[in-house]
């Protein structure tokens, strides 16, 4: 872990994921838990922890009583150096209105930034599963000379309109920059790829604030970063693409080398889950020389396995009982309970979450403290679940927190 004194970092994760609803029904979305015993903002924290960004402010407004709390309780910086994760609302220090994009939030934070007085500012999504040195980007944007980086990978073409799009020359430089377009540009080499935005940008202090003062006094503006303050850049020429592809992270894989997924919907969601559980994960959480951080286990016990319980090609967290249950090909956060007979199949199941005796929970994402009774079938009759819960394109039914299922 290396020491950057001269960089903040700011987290922005005031995002309202509606397209993850219902999950974020009663929380902001970089809340959400993921991977048994982590929340999503845990993968964009640990990767500036392992790189050694330690100033960093996480901007929230959106829901973010949960996203606090683990922040406080799970993400605690103590040395002999001025170091800080802290989360930081919106404010209204520029008048009487909330966040209106991701540049007014930086904006408005600008304090931070001139407290700090760093000569760079790292400016990351909270919401993306991936690991990444972000001092490797940090590294190139200095010694491209442009004020503005921006990390980018190969999306597939027809999933590129959730994403800015980038154009490049032969030297990195961004030539253009199209913000979720309709219809996104191929690269050059294969028509069914897009060059898309990570979402993570790296600016020059003076530039960025210069940036986000012009943004401001435009009224047409939507004080987006990747709508308005990145193409500002590029026309200028001075915006630079890191291809993400180059970064090399400690205990990779060559199979979940530069893995990235943005897990904005359900079935996105879902999915990511689901690399998570083969025998050579296409994104292997067990990478030890550079962790995800979490320390949300609430202290709990090891899982057991009772009663013939069992689980197969799956993650089970800590405090989880299979009592005479099955679970296959799936992900249980902590504390859940598995009745006997209970089957539990390709499925997400969240914290707290009771499955009652003969239950049938396939294709599924079960949030947290959901209670299941006894016989419950759910993922099996498409029109019965459409009727009684939220379903994805893909066909993953999703119950919402708290819920009670009989």
């Known amino acids: 872990m290396r020491s950057q004194r001269n960089v903040l970092a700011i987290v922005l994760a005031g995002g309202e994921g509606k397209r993850l609803y219902p999950l974020t029904a009663d929380r902001a979305k970089p809340a959400v838990p993921f991977g048994g015993t982590y929340r999503l903002i845990d993968f964009v924290l640990s990767n500036l922890v392992n790189a050694g960004f330690l100033k960093i402010a996480v901007l929230t407004q959106y829901k973010s009583h949960s996203l606090d709390r683990h922040i406080s309780q799970a993400w605690q910086l103590s040395g002999p150096i001025s170091q800080y994760i802290a989360s930081v609302p919106a404010q209204q220090r520029l008048g009487k209105r909330w966040f209106t994009g991701s540049a007014d939030a930086i904006l408005q934070s600008m304090n931070l930034i001139d407290d700090e007085k760093p000569e760079f500012v790292i400016v990351f999504g909270a919401d993306h599963v991936y690991r990444m040195d972000p001092g490797q980007m940090l590294a190139e944007h200095i010694a491209s000379g442009k ?133 050579h994960p296409v994104f292997n959480l067990y990478n030890h020389r550079w962790p995800i951080h979490s320390t949300d286990t609430m202290n709990l016990p090891p899982a057991k396995f009772v009663q013939g319980g069992i689980a197969q090609s799956s993650m089970v967290a800590t405090g989880c009982i299979i009592s005479g249950g099955t679970v296959r090909n799936s992900v249980l956060s902590s504390d859940v309970h598995v009745a006997e007979g209970a089957t539990v199949e390709g499925s997400v199941i969240m914290p707290g979450v009771r499955i009652g005796k003969g239950a049938v929970v396939r294709h599924a994402i079960v949030d947290k403290n959901v209670r299941i009774g006894e016989e419950q079938i759910i993922g099996v009759d498409r029109s019965r679940d459409e009727e009684r819960f939220t379903v994805s394109d893909g066909g993953v039914v999703v119950i919402g927190k708290n819920a009670v299922v009989e």
């Open 147 to 279: 004020n503005c980086s921006v990390a980018g990978i190969r999306v597939p073409r027809e999933e590129a309109t959730a994403f800015g799009c980038i154009q490049a020359n032969e030297d990195g430089t961004i030539t253009e920059f199209l913000e979720k377009p309709a219809d996104p540009p191929g690269t050059p080499d294969d028509p069914s790829m897009t060059y898309a935005s990570m979402g993570n940008y790296i600016f020059t202090t003076q530039a960025l604030i210069d940036a986000l003062r012009e943004d401001e006094d435009d009224e047409d503006s939507n004080h987006d970063m990747g709508g308005d303050i990145i193409p500002a850049f590029v026309a200028k020429n001075d915006a630079h693409v890191y291809d993400f592809t180059k970064n090399e992270v400690p205990g990779s894989t060559e199979r979940d080398h530069a893995y990235w997924r943005d897990v904005g919907t359900i079935d996105a969601f879902y999915e990511a889950h689901m690399d998570l559980i083969s025998v």
